[in-house]
């Protein structure tokens, strides 16, 4: 697998080369297959290692998927199953159907996966989980996890944030799934303040491309009160293949902290104004994704469940009034306390899609006195999984 690594010459401008950049996995790893065993040497094993990709991450520019042998999903399930071996396995969580409310259709439904999968230079260096043993953040094996929790879901569309791992894991590994990708670092990552960084992280945008065919495509920087800030999103406008319908999906991750709220606001405000453009006044139906960083209570929620873009957010469905948001979608023990907060969505029209179903949230019990992240769970916040159909035509 050749990857292209620019240098910068004298004059300070990049000059590539092409550079040989696959690595083992660092420790042997072996599983019964059949009668005998097999060596785990395939789709995990053929990805970088952090140290080779912290050399140059910024330069690292991800190879053409045609140019990638495909891999079976199930086999990759596997491979990560033994790297996994001796950890507990991973929590189960049930999809509440809500299909009551959802039309039926001759095509299947688009799955969206919502994740902040904890940027690893974080989650090692910065965020200080008193409560979480070292050995279960380390990237070999978490990284394991993380996949393992998107094959187990197989969603259509993946949006993810805290991505500090996209050229040296997510993209090669998706890419021979047949996901294309898309990815947008923050500006000033927090990760590069890390010593022996993977480089910036940020937002990451997937989908199927024997689903999808991709329309437009836009990396938005958000501004607040006219200033570019630190975060990001990234809308791309995707026509499904079955039924040549159009919708955009978009992802971001908004700046976090208390003290911070009139900053969330605008920054959501400059979002929605985005997103107004690029569904022409929300005639193209729109999902958006996101770790926005703000209770229900906050201005940026009630900016969104306003919107003229007629929003509505997908996991208030799966409370018994439909009107209520979930208990937590994060939770974490840090050295400044204890944090259980609801602060990621997955936002959709709802004139013109519906929710058929949502993966039901863990529970306090699976979560345990020590919180999230955890040997069973990679991530201080929860996956959100939907199944949406397209409403009828009026």
């Given at each position: ?13 990049k000059a590539g ?34 140290s080779a990709a ?309 529970t306090e019990e ?29």
């Amino acid at each position: 697998m050749l990857y292209l690594v620019a240098e910068l010459d004298e004059n300070g401008r990049k000059a590539g080369k092409e550079a040989a950049c696959v690595t083992v996995l660092s420790f042997p790893v072996v599983y019964s297959m059949g009668n005998g065993t097999s060596r785990l040497y395939s789709a995990l094993a053929k990805t970088l290692n952090s140290s080779a990709a912290s050399q140059h991450p910024e330069y690292l520019v991800a190879p053409d998927p045609e140019h990638l042998e495909p891999i079976d999903p199930k086999e990759l399930l596997e491979e990560c199953r033994a790297v996994l071996h001796t950890r507990p396995p991973r929590f189960q969580r049930d999809f509440v159907d809500l299909r009551a409310d959802c039309p039926s259709s001759h095509h299947p439904p688009i799955r969206v996966m919502q994740w902040n999968i904890l940027a690893q230079a974080l989650g090692e260096g910065k965020d200080n989980f008193v409560q979480c043993p070292i050995e279960a953040l380390k990237w070999e094996e978490r990284k394991c996890l993380i996949l393992e929790e998107i094959l187990a879901y197989q969603p259509d569309i993946l949006c993810l944030q805290e991505v500090d791992h996209y050229f040296d894991t997510f993209h090669p590994l998706l890419s021979r799934l047949g996901y294309q990708g898309t990815f947008f670092p923050k500006p000033w990552s927090p990760c590069l303040d890390v010593e022996h960084n993977n480089g910036p992280d940020g937002c990451a945008l997937f989908f199927l491309q024997n689903r999808f065919k991709l329309v437009n495509s836009a990396n938005i920087r958000l501004t607040a009160m006219t200033l570019k800030t630190n975060q990001v999103a990234i809308a791309q406008t995707l026509e499904c293949k079955e039924s040549s319908r159009q919708f955009c999906i978009a992802v971001t991750h908004l700046k976090a902290r208390t003290g911070w709220e009139r900053f969330r606001s605008a920054q959501g405000c400059d979002l929605l104004q985005n997103l107004q453009n690029i569904t022409q006044g929300a005639k193209i139906p729109l999902i958006v994704c996101g770790d926005f960083n703000a209770e229900p209570t906050e201005e940026v929620y009630k900016h969104f469940a306003s919107s003229s873009l007629n929003l509505n957010s997908a996991y208030k469905l799966l409370s018994a009034d439909g009107q209520s948001e979930p208990p937590y979608t994060t939770w974490k023990i840090r050295t400044s306390g204890e944090c259980r907060h609801t602060l990621d969505y997955i936002w959709y029209s709802k004139h013109a899609l519906s929710v058929c179903s949502a993966l039901d949230l863990l529970t306090e019990e699976q979560i345990g006195p020590n919180r999230l992240p955890s040997f069973n769970y990679p991530s201080d916040h929860l996956s959100l999984v939907c199944d949406f159909s397209f409403n009828e035509e009026p």
